[in-house]
């Protein structure tokens, strides 16, 4: 019971069978029983019935034939080999004058007017005029052997019943479940960021069609929405490029004739416009690095422990400013199908965002390896690692954690690493280390024979 | 330096600041905004130098490069884009450009590449030897000396110097540095170069009045060969 304890404090289904199937199981066991009660009552006044009515005929004898009359009518009733009726008649010295006296127990040998039931029998003893008694018994053997086989049946049928209850309740809740699991594993997909996912729909048209449905709705709807919003981003993005590039040559041309006093804020103002270009450049390698996620166009065979070798020699300067030390283990040697200059752009945001949130003196450890058919590409710093609920918005454009405003970036080099990720058909898996933050890339290993 | 080029760009305020960088390095420059009209005058006219934009109305700045190149005329390309997107550059490149720089741009960034260009053209032998003021750079040997000191590098800071050493005198930005050092055609948008370039500068300045390696903010790094 124990171990049924968890189905139903998560299954709504699980409480809801035990409990019908517990409530039909109680009422069926008391109309069974009622049954019991009223078969066995009828039983037992039939037989009462049918002795007072032995005792009345065996009197009427007596009253007609006096004594050599019952004791006939005793002794042929004695020798009627099935009937479960038993007569016995006694002299005025207790001996007996008919019938069997030792199947009878001696305790309903005493005269009673009303029936009396002793170990396997039910009994009356009546004095005859002349001092005679005359006993009539039943048997009660094959009545209770009845009784007992009313009862087997009819604990036989609420076991049926029970067992259909339930499994009937299991078949329709499972049947049900299943349903419920589709819409739930639809919602998931959805909470790590698929907004393509949709709940299948039947042709049906039940309840949980129509939850399919509203819910295929809802998501069609939030997935025009982001795709609108990122559209806008994206467009906007382009857009600037021209008038950015004219701002930019405008102020590079007035710079050189303005006096020197003017040129030092032109300076400013172009480092200013830069920015803004690598932001937007930024935001459009995000969006068409996503747009192109499943073309193998572009896609070569590249050895993924050079490109993070070449990364680890780009930022060796860097990491040396920050006494921080990159090791690397690579234990792949795999290659895999990929753009080499987006994955050198993810690897070095990945090591770039490492160094910016490692302590002074800080180690960083990078490792490939290689992992059923996949290669697994792991840093992990010794930074703070990602606030609590900042987990899967890191990806986000333009997110940044409550910490980063301290650290330069636009938090736009996880969404890149994200739509590279994305456009490798590869897996990231980010997960607070204690202390830092690791995060892990999968893909999909190049067979040797193809590379 | 000097020679003709021919710039085929729609934007005409594109096209005029270009024209202006061109001309400040001695270059005579023409400007067609119509894409089929800049192939036909870049397949009769010897020019030294073609830019092409890569969206041109009519006809498409790749399809200009191809063409050209059918018709195997080896004029230098540089390709110019809106569209600063890695996989474009290496279209780009593939389609027979020979160096393709994305908009906007630094306007050190396209002089370097325009002089890179022109140099290849003129096909200098590589000299052995790199003398920048008091530096001596020995490529084979892969040694820096600076008068007559001994300045260790690793292989990246050889190459670094190496680059500004070509292209002593003028200002280098970080992108194209990052291209020709690191291979690398993305902005990190961190100070990746710049750290790497202070470390070879205090190798190279330590214990010398003159800093022969001056940076310019918004400008980039330059080799300075003193007076």
Same mark, same amino acid.
């Given at each position: 019971?124990?171990?049924?304890a968890?189905?139903?404090?998560?299954?709504?289904f699980?409480?809801?069978?035990?409990?019908f199937?517990?409530?039909?199981?109680?009422?069926?066991?008391?109309?069974?029983?009622?049954? +019991?009660?009223?078969?066995?009552?009828v039983?037992?006044?039939?037989a009462?019935a049918?002795?007072?009515?032995?005792?009345?005929?065996? &009197?009427e004898? +007596?009253?007609?034939?006096?004594?050599p009359?019952?004791?006939?009518?005793?002794?042929?009733?004695?020798? &009627? #080999?099935?009937?479960?009726?038993?007569?016995?008649?006694?002299?005025?010295?207790?001996?007996?004058? &008919?019938?069997?006296?030792a199947?009878?127990?001696?305790?309903?040998l005493?005269?009673?007017?009303t029936?009396?039931?002793?170990?396997?029998f039910?009994?009356?003893?009546?004095?005859?005029?002349?001092?005679?008694?005359?006993?009539?018994?039943?048997?009660?053997?094959?009545d209770?052997?009845?009784?007992r086989?009313l &009862?087997l049946t009819?604990?036989?049928?609420?076991?049926?019943?029970?067992?259909?209850?339930?499994?009937?309740?299991?078949?329709?809740?499972?049947?049900?479940?299943?349903?419920?699991?589709?819409i739930?594993?639809?919602?998931?997909?959805?909470?790590?960021?698929?907004?393509?996912?949709?709940?299948p729909?039947?042709?049906?048209?039940?309840?949980?069609?129509?939850?399919?449905?509203?819910?295929?709705?809802?998501?069609?709807?939030?997935?025009?929405?982001?795709?609108?919003?990122?559209a806008?981003?994206?467009r906007?993005?382009?857009?600037?490029?021209?008038?950015?590039?004219?701002?930019?040559?405008?102020?590079e041309?007035?710079?050189?004739?303005?006096?020197?006093?003017v040129?030092?804020?032109?300076?400013?103002l172009?480092?200013?416009?830069?920015?803004?270009?690598?932001?937007?450049?930024?935001?459009?390698?995000?969006?068409?690095?996503?747009?192109?996620?499943?073309?193998?166009?572009?896609?070569?065979?590249? =050895?993924?422990?050079d490109? /993070?070798?070449?990364?680890?020699?780009?930022y060796?300067?860097?990491?040396?400013?920050?006494?921080a030390?990159?090791?690397?283990?690579?234990?792949?040697?795999a290659?895999?199908l990929?753009?080499r200059?987006?994955?050198?752009?993810?690897v070095?945001?990945?090591?770039?965002?490492?160094i910016?949130?490692? #302590?002074?003196? $800080?180690?960083?450890?990078?490792?490939?390896?290689?992992?059923?058919?996949? /290669?697994?590409?792991?840093?992990?710093?010794?930074?703070?690692?990602?606030?609590?609920?900042?987990?899967?918005?890191a990806?986000?454009?333009?997110?940044?954690?409550? $910490?980063?405003?301290?650290?330069?970036?636009?938090?736009?080099?996880?969404a890149?690493?994200?739509?590279?990720?994305?456009?490798?058909?590869?897996?990231?898996?980010?997960?607070?280390?204690?202390?830092?933050?690791?995060?892990?890339?999968?893909?999909?290993?190049?067979?040797?024979?193809?590379? | 330096? $000097?020679?003709?080029?021919?710039?085929?760009?729609?934007?005409?305020r594109?096209a005029?600041?270009v024209?202006g960088?061109?001309?400040?390095?001695?270059?005579?420059?023409?400007?067609?905004a119509?894409? =089929?009209?800049?192939?036909?005058r870049?397949?009769?006219?010897?020019?030294?130098?073609?830019?092409?934009?890569r969206?041109?109305?009519?006809?498409?700045?790749?399809?200009?490069?191809?063409?050209?190149?059918?018709?195997?005329?080896?004029?230098?390309?540089?390709?110019?884009?809106?569209?600063?997107?890695?996989?474009d550059?290496?279209?780009?490149?593939?389609?027979?450009?020979?160096?393709?720089?994305?908009?906007?741009? =630094?306007?050190?960034?396209?002089?370097?590449?325009?002089?890179?260009?022109?140099?290849?053209?003129?096909?200098?032998p590589?000299?052995?030897?790199?003398?920048?003021?008091?530096?001596?750079?020995?490529?084979?040997?892969?040694?820096?000396?600076?008068?007559?000191?001994?300045i260790p590098?690793?292989?990246?800071?050889f190459?670094?110097?190496?680059c500004?050493?070509?292209?002593?005198?003028?200002f280098?930005?970080?992108?194209f540095?990052?291209?020709?050092?690191?291979s690398l055609?993305?902005?990190?948008?961190?100070?990746?170069?710049?750290?790497h370039?202070?470390?070879?500068?205090?190798?190279l300045?330590?214990?010398?009045?003159?800093?022969?390696?001056v940076?310019?903010?918004?400008?980039? +790094?330059?080799?300075?060969?003193?007076?």
């Open positions: 019971m124990r171990a049924l968890p189905i139903f404090a998560h299954s709504w699980a409480r809801i069978v035990a409990t199937s517990g409530l039909f199981a109680a009422l069926m066991a008391l109309a069974l029983a009622g049954v +019991y009660v009223v078969a066995a009552h039983v037992q006044a039939q009462q049918s002795l007072e009515a032995d005792l009345a005929s065996f &009197a004898v +007596y009253a007609q034939r006096l004594l009359g019952l004791r006939e009518a005793v002794e042929r009733r004695a020798q &009627a #080999p099935d009937d479960h009726r038993i007569a016995l008649l006694i002299g005025r010295q207790g001996e007996t004058l &008919a019938g069997a006296s199947r009878l127990p001696a305790a309903l005493q005269a009673d007017a029936p009396r039931r002793v170990g396997a039910l009994g009356m003893t009546r004095p005859l005029l002349g001092g005679f008694t005359l006993t009539v018994a039943h048997d009660r053997a094959g209770d052997a009845l009784l086989n &009862a009819l604990g036989g049928v609420a076991a049926i019943a029970l067992a259909f209850g339930l499994v009937g309740g299991l078949v329709i809740g499972r049947t049900s479940l299943a349903r419920v699991a589709e739930n594993a639809t919602l998931a997909r959805v909470g790590q960021g698929d907004l393509a996912a949709r709940a729909e039947r042709a049906q048209p039940d309840e949980f069609a129509t939850l399919a449905h509203g819910l295929n709705r809802m998501l069609e709807r939030m997935g025009g929405l982001v795709e609108a919003l990122k806008v981003s994206d906007v993005a382009h857009e600037m490029r021209t008038p950015l590039a004219h701002l930019r040559s405008g102020l041309d007035a710079r050189r004739r303005a006096p020197p006093e040129a030092h804020k032109l300076t400013e172009t480092a200013e416009t830069e920015e803004m270009i690598s932001v937007f450049a930024a935001l459009l390698d995000v969006a068409t690095t996503e747009a192109a996620a499943g073309d193998p166009r572009g896609l070569k065979s590249v =050895a993924l422990d490109i /993070v070798e070449d990364v680890i020699e780009l060796d300067a860097v990491a040396d400013e920050r006494e030390t990159v090791a690397f283990a690579p234990r792949a040697g290659r895999l990929g753009d200059h987006l994955l050198l752009r993810m070095a945001n990945l090591l770039d965002n490492a910016k949130f490692s #302590p002074q003196g $800080g180690r960083i450890d990078i490792s490939t390896e290689a992992r059923g058919a996949d /290669v697994v590409l792991t840093i992990r710093d010794h930074g703070p690692g990602l606030p609590d609920g900042f987990g899967a918005q990806f986000d454009r333009f997110a940044r954690g409550p $910490g980063a405003a301290k650290t330069p970036g636009h938090g736009l080099g996880l890149l690493v994200r739509a590279i990720a994305t456009r490798h058909g590869m897996k990231i898996a980010l997960a607070n280390s204690a202390p830092g933050l690791a995060v892990e890339i999968r893909a999909r290993r190049l067979e040797e024979a193809t590379a | 330096m $000097g020679g003709t080029a021919l710039i085929i760009e729609d934007d005409p594109m005029d600041h024209a960088l061109l001309r400040g390095l001695d270059y005579a420059a023409v400007i067609e119509d894409g =089929a009209r800049g192939l036909r870049a397949a009769a006219e010897p020019f030294d130098i073609v830019v092409v934009d969206m041109l109305p009519s006809l498409d700045g790749l399809d200009i490069i191809r063409r050209l190149r059918q018709l195997e005329i080896a004029t230098p390309v540089l390709a110019l884009s809106a569209l600063g997107r890695t996989a550059k290496v279209e780009g490149l593939e389609t027979g450009a020979d160096d393709y720089l994305p908009k906007p741009f =630094a306007d050190e960034e396209f002089v370097a590449r325009v002089r890179s260009l022109a140099r290849r053209a003129r096909a200098e590589h000299p052995e030897v790199l003398l920048v003021g008091d530096i001596e750079i020995r490529i084979k040997a892969r040694t820096v000396h600076r008068a007559g000191k001994h590098t690793s292989r990246k800071e190459e670094l110097i190496r500004l050493a070509e292209h002593a005198g003028h280098l930005p970080r992108s540095l990052l291209e020709r050092v690191w055609r993305f902005d990190p948008q961190t100070n990746v170069v710049d750290v370039v202070s470390r070879l500068r205090r190798k300045d330590e214990g010398f009045e003159r800093e022969a390696l940076s310019a903010r918004g400008e980039g +790094y330059k080799l300075d060969p003193g007076a």
